[in-house]
């Protein structure tokens, strides 16, 4: 209903509606697809008896990944996701081209352009990790409290944030290779939510501090790290 409600609103606000119903639409299936990439859960245990199954996209999963790695697409969810990202993107696009209107696009300078461009559409989409959830695990009880305490750990007791460093998604909690610690594994991501690295650190048997922890590229894995 809503995106009809728009669909409808595009063709009434400019002579051109159809074609830009049209071009949000691809790109609605576009974002589904990219979400794929950007937004990846491997297998877990937190939260879990035993093992289980991870998943890629967001908001919606797009692909399931079983236990053992092997990736299924999943068409109907990918329909779906793809359905919000055409809401979302008829929604902020409607409201770009209302502002743009009022904003006198076409009697402004190029300058005063880049201005609008900045404020309304790319600090925005920067910011998105500020305020939107990643999609992860969700433990209980005492893992609950040793991700927090993890997140925690990594920003002020490790001093390892950056600027980079807009956001943490869990990924796991399991025994350190010492087997006396837990190691929380986060990824990380950076502005406009792309991944690009993991966080691994490793906590006192209470959970209550970090003893060590470290930043490696998004092709390692947290778990082969001594």
């Known amino acids: 209903m809503v995106v009809i409600l728009l669909v409808v609103w595009w063709l009434r606000w400019t002579p051109r509606g159809v074609e830009w119903v049209t071009l949000l639409l691809f ?3 576009g974002l589904s697809y990219l979400s794929s ?3 990846r859960t491997p297998p877990y245990q937190a939260g879990c008896d035993g093992l289980c199954p991870g998943w890629w996209g967001f908001p919606l999963l797009t692909h399931r990944v079983e236990t053992g790695g092997i990736v299924f697409f999943d068409p109907m969810s990918f329909v779906r996701n793809a359905f919000f990202y055409y809401a979302v993107l008829l929604a902020f696009g409607g409201l770009i081209a209302w502002l743009g209107r009022r904003f006198r696009w076409s009697a402004r300078s190029w300058k005063k352009r880049f201005f609008f461009i900045l ?3 790319i600090l925005p989409l920067a910011t998105l990790p500020l305020w939107v959830s990643p999609p992860q695990p969700q433990p209980f009880g005492p893992e609950q409290r040793l ?3 993890a997140a925690r750990d990594w920003r002020w007791q490790l001093g390892l944030r950056s600027f980079m460093d807009r956001r943490l998604a869990l990924e796991d909690v ?3 290779p010492n087997g006396e610690h837990q190691r929380v594994c986060f990824r990380i991501y950076t502005w406009f939510y792309l991944p690009y690295g993991h966080a691994y650190i ?3 048997p209470e ?6 922890g470290d ?3 998004l092709s390692e894995s947290c778990w082969t790290q001594p």
């Open 27 to 29: 790109g609605a299936v």
């Open 37 to 39: 990439i950007l937004f």
């Open 119 to 121: 404020l309304v559409i």
């Open 147 to 149: 991700v927090i305490n």
């Open 174 to 176: 399991r025994p350190a």
């Open 202 to 204: 490793d906590m006192e």
């Open 207 to 212: 959970g209550v501090r970090a003893v060590t």
């Open 215 to 217: 930043e490696i590229p």
